[in-house]
């Protein structure tokens, strides 16, 4: 039986003021039955690694470099983040694809690096508007799948979570069909038993993300192939995110 696993991204919002009020809120007031993460900006990462010491609030950053150290103005290490308390990292982002061009190729080098640190991984696939409505949205995040998983045995793939998150989903309020979603979902559980095996497959959490709130997670949810959710806008207020969070499979 796969754990439902809800995180929360907050891109670039919220001062460390801001994080450590949310974070408050989120152990005062919810429950942790699910697996639930938290991924605020690098600068309020140290302030939340200490709030959530202890607790079940699980830290996780938005990105990281693909270098250990060295000559990367601007970059954070892995080594970095460890040394924050973060736990979990999501990489391959569709910001960080359309907008910082992140191909493939850094998202798999990222991933492997994460990897050797011991950061888990939240790896996101997903297909824009034209490509779903050009019919390639299985192509894409399978292809997508296999290149950023390029070289990962089937042991460390147990530290990694898919996310499917259509681009055209994102913080714009489209959110795929339950359906839709469970479709591309299935197609990824398949390519996974492709390249490793049954039981890889079988275990594997695969998120949605695009546009979940509280009024549409449980049909979400429900689907067979969703074992999770990742959070944009809905994950910036306790009153949004704790009843995603506790939301029960
Ligand atoms: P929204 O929930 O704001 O659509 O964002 C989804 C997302 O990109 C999470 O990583």
């Given at each position: 039986m796969r754990r439902s696993y809800m995180a929360g991204n907050w891109k670039m919002n919220n001062t460390r003021s801001e994080a450590l009020a949310l974070v408050k809120e989120l152990l005062d007031n919810g429950s942790f039955k699910n697996k639930v993460l938290i991924a605020p900006s690098y600068t309020a990462l140290d302030a939340v690694s200490k709030a959530v010491e202890g607790t079940e609030l699980i830290l996780g950053a938005q990105n990281m470099s693909t270098?250990?150290?060295?000559?990367?103005?601007?970059e954070i290490s892995p080594v970095m983040l460890k040394d924050l308390g973060v736990e979990v990292v999501i990489l391959g982002h569709s910001e960080r694809r359309a907008i910082?061009?992140?191909t493939d190729k850094i998202i798999n080098i990222k991933v492997h690096l994460a990897l050797k640190h011991k950061l888990d991984v939240i790896f996101c696939v997903g297909e824009t508007l034209d490509e779903r409505e050009g019919g390639l949205a299985e192509k894409i995040v399978t292809d997508q799948v296999v290149e950023g998983l390029k070289g990962i045995s089937e042991d460390q793939l147990s530290a990694i979570t898919i996310a499917y998150e259509p681009v055209w989903a994102i913080g714009t309020g489209k959110t795929a069909t339950p359906e839709d979603a469970d479709d591309i979902h299935k197609v990824i559980r398949t390519k996974i038993e492709n390249i490793f095996s049954k039981n890889a497959a079988d275990n594997v959490i695969i998120q949605y993300g695009g546009s979940v709130k509280p009024a549409n997670v449980k049909e979400l949810m429900?689907?067979?192939?969703?074992?999770?959710a990742l959070v944009?806008?809905?994950?910036?207020?306790a009153e949004t995110f704790i009843p995603i969070m506790e939301y029960n499979k």
């Open positions: 270098d250990e150290s060295g000559a990367h103005t601007g910082y061009g992140e429900a689907k067979p192939n969703i074992d999770g944009g806008g809905a994950a910036l207020k």
